[in-house]
């Protein structure tokens, strides 16, 4: 199908998933088509991205819903491949993104990286698209896969898309459906507080130093059980930052019982 369309002259977008859609999943969609005459959506578990006492097994799967979704969205094709399709017994091959790939999700999860860049790489190279898109939500897989893409010069444009919210403020994420409802109740306050940490840096020029130790304390006090982190970085490099700049984003991880939630938030100093 990927030929025939190549052959008639389509430009093909991608839109990578490990399914369990939401509506946060299917606006990577809406933004890939807009940027292409071809969509494909991949549904595919990563193995290589988990660690193995995380949610491999019981992560939630539901391929004939997704489908569902994605044809009412107007996706043209999934991919779903099964594991033993993808990879050889003696597959052996890892790609490891230095630099944007460490720190932040990387200190708890040091793994995860690692996994996603083979699995992107691998899906990218297979389906060859022109487009492929990833959500803003994984901050720092966005940017490890830019910084992949461009290093292995796979010649494709990556997109990253919004956050895509509840209501309340949660970012939407398959994980959410973990949570207990009081933990659901707690959630939200993790996009609140970090954005609140945002207003008081850019409104009180106060350091980061200040802030993030208010931040923590913060999402404690709202009733996480703990916090991996809470950064203020450069959005293009992803080093730590200590004064508002031009560039610059709060990335959080915080736990709620066995649930582990990100979000991240522009910082942006007008000049
Ligand atoms: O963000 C995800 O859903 C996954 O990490 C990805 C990019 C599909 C790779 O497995």
């Not at 793994?111 to 083979?118: I, M, P």
């Not at 350091?207 to 913060?218: L, R, Y």
């Not at 560039?247 to 066995?258: D, H, P, S, T």
Request: aromatic content about 8%; proline content about 4%.
């Amino acid at each position: 199908m990927l030929k025939s369309w190549r052959d008639d002259g389509k430009t093909i977008g991608a839109a990578p998933t490990m399914g369990a859609l939401h509506e946060g999943h299917l606006s990577l969609v809406d933004l890939v088509r807009g940027h292409s005459d071809r969509t494909i959506a991949t549904i595919f578990v990563n193995p290589l991205q988990f660690a193995p006492h995380e949610d491999f097994d019981v992560y939630p799967r539901d391929l004939n819903g997704d489908a569902a979704k994605l044809k009412s969205r107007g996706c043209d094709a999934v991919f779903a491949p099964d594991a033993r399709d993808l990879f050889a017994e003696d597959f052996s091959t890892n790609i490891s993104v230095h630099d944007v790939g460490e720190n932040h999700c990387a200190v708890a999860r040091p793994h995860f990286f690692d996994g996603v860049a083979t699995i992107v790489a691998k899906l990218l190279l297979l389906l060859r698209p022109d487009a492929a898109v990833f959500g803003e939500k994984d901050f720092q897989q966005l940017a490890v896969i830019r910084r992949m893409v461009r290093d292995l010069e796979i010649g494709v444009d990556i997109l990253g898309a919004p956050i895509v919210r509840e209501a309340d403020g949660l970012a939407m994420s398959s994980r959410n459906q973990y949570l207990s409802k009081s933990d659901r109740e707690i959630a939200p306050a993790l996009f609140t507080t970090i954005s609140e940490a945002a207003t008081r840096i850019l409104a009180t020029g106060a350091t980061w130093e200040a802030v993030g130790a208010w931040t923590t304390a913060k999402l404690r006090a709202a009733g996480f059980a703990s916090v991996d982190y809470v950064n203020f970085v450069n959005a293009a490099t992803l080093e730590m930052m200590n004064h508002a700049g031009p560039e610059g984003r709060i990335l959080a991880a915080a736990r709620l019982g066995e649930t582990r939630l990100i979000d991240n938030c522009a910082v942006a100093a007008k000049n």
